[in-house]
């Protein structure tokens, strides 16, 4: 696998801004379908009879159990098929699913098609980190995974917000169609504009004995395992604050309508993080840049923590964003380096190992997320303590990882 930027030549007439922005929409499809739907979810529980409101997390939980379980499918079949084929079918399974969502008469139902819809986003995670990693390695992976972020970060500042203004015009069922007529646009723009980045040497045959060498491969890369291990825990909490965020911010802040607009601020926060680790990472390096901020987002959820256990409660709203958006704004130069360290070693079974290392975080992170936000007890106080744990797990797993050796680039490139 040729690592070089020279690999640009497989986008044919897609420019690098046109190749950035059409991964980061895909990606965005994911984020969409997740965080649109936050505003929604009172008016969903209470049209189809869920009376405890913690269960009506399930909505996200569902969606991110299909899309991890699918993750594991996606990669083998784009190793084998080339990218475009699995990543055209994910698509159509998310249009569909938001289609029929417009019509969905009751909360089992929902669920299903929750878990189908993301069984169909899971393309548009595993797809698209293998055509990035066709296309570039090492710190160029990062710069470009940086740059996507930044882009894909636009959609959780919006989302909320569409969900809220469709609410205030229809009911819950109108954000399905909002969700079909979205990804159906960006699917004729994908069909028309990307072409085949699986080069034909990296072919793998489609069998039980060479995707079994392929996860081998793939698990036993002390690097890549231990750094996807620490995204799973550092994710969970991510996935922890999307569960309990409708929550946190209209019962303990009693923000009501102005939910969206705190959402979007952290959320905006992130794709500046994004941005500066897109103009830093080329000369700083993957390691040093996301160590550091791992080191950060450690300490700030402890102080976090401290703060909500010894000081009043709830904490004041503006030191609780304050600390929030400090601590996202590290998670956003861990998540692009953390992604890109793990892949760097895997490039001849980019397709096999996005999927593994995407079933892994995204399952795992999505169970995390899940415990934290069932324990919310109508304080910040689990969400907090959740920020924190994960984060000293996801720690222990770097320090694994780099044989306890911290911000040690182990060549130009990293």
């Not at 991964?23 to 008016?43: E, S, V, Y």
């Amino acid at each position: 696998m040729n690592h070089s930027p020279e690999n640009v030549s497989r986008l044919g007439r897609m420019g690098r801004a046109e190749f950035i922005a059409m991964i980061a929409m895909l990606m965005a499809l994911n984020a969409l379908a997740i965080d649109i739907m936050l505003p929604g979810l009172q008016q969903i529980g209470a049209t189809l009879g869920v009376e405890n409101e913690n269960h009506r997390q399930y909505i996200v939980s569902a969606y991110l159990i299909g899309f991890g379980l699918a993750q594991l499918v996606y990669g083998p079949l784009a190793d084998r098929f080339g990218r475009r084929i699995p990543l055209l079918a994910g698509l159509s399974i998310y249009i569909i699913a938001a289609i029929f969502g417009a019509f969905i008469p009751s909360f089992t139902a929902l669920l299903v098609l929750r878990f189908i819809q993301g069984l169909g986003a899971a393309s548009m995670r595993v797809v698209t980190v293998s055509i990035v990693r066709d296309i570039y390695g090492g710190r160029q992976m990062a710069e470009a995974m940086s740059l996507i972020m930044m882009v894909f970060m636009i959609v959780p500042v919006i989302a909320p917000g569409i969900g809220q203004t469709i609410l205030l015009f229809a009911d819950w069922h109108t954000i399905f169609v909002f969700m079909a007529v979205a990804g159906l646009g960006i699917a004729a723009w994908t069909h028309l504009r990307l072409p085949e980045t699986l080069s034909p040497s990296d072919v793998r045959p489609f069998t039980i004995r060479s995707i079994a060498t392929g996860f081998k491969i793939v698990l036993t890369d002390r690097i890549a395992l231990n750094y996807t291990l620490a995204s799973t825990f550092i994710f969970g909490a991510l996935f922890g604050f999307i569960n309990s965020a409708q929550q946190i911010y209209t019962q303990v802040y009693d923000l009501g309508k102005l939910m969206p607009i705190a959402f979007g601020s952290v959320a905006l926060f992130m794709s500046f993080s994004s941005f500066v680790n897109a103009r830093m990472v080329g000369r700083v390096g993957m390691r040093r840049l996301s160590h550091g901020a791992l080191v950060a987002f450690l300490a700030i959820n402890f102080v976090w923590l401290m703060i909500e256990i010894l000081g009043p409660r709830p904490m004041p709203f503006p030191l609780f964003i304050c600390l929030f958006a400090i601590s996202m704004f590290m998670f956003g130069w861990i998540g692009a380096n953390f992604n890109s360290l793990a892949m760097e070693p895997l490039g001849h079974v980019a397709g096999t190992a996005s999927s593994v290392l995407g079933f892994l975080s995204t399952v795992g992170g999505a169970s995390i997320g899940a415990l934290i936000g069932q324990a919310f007890d109508g304080t910040a106080l689990p969400l907090i303590a959740g920020f924190f744990v994960v984060s000293l797990i996801g720690f222990v797993f770097v320090m694994i990882a780099e044989k306890g050796k911290l911000f040690q680039p182990h060549n130009q490139r990293h």
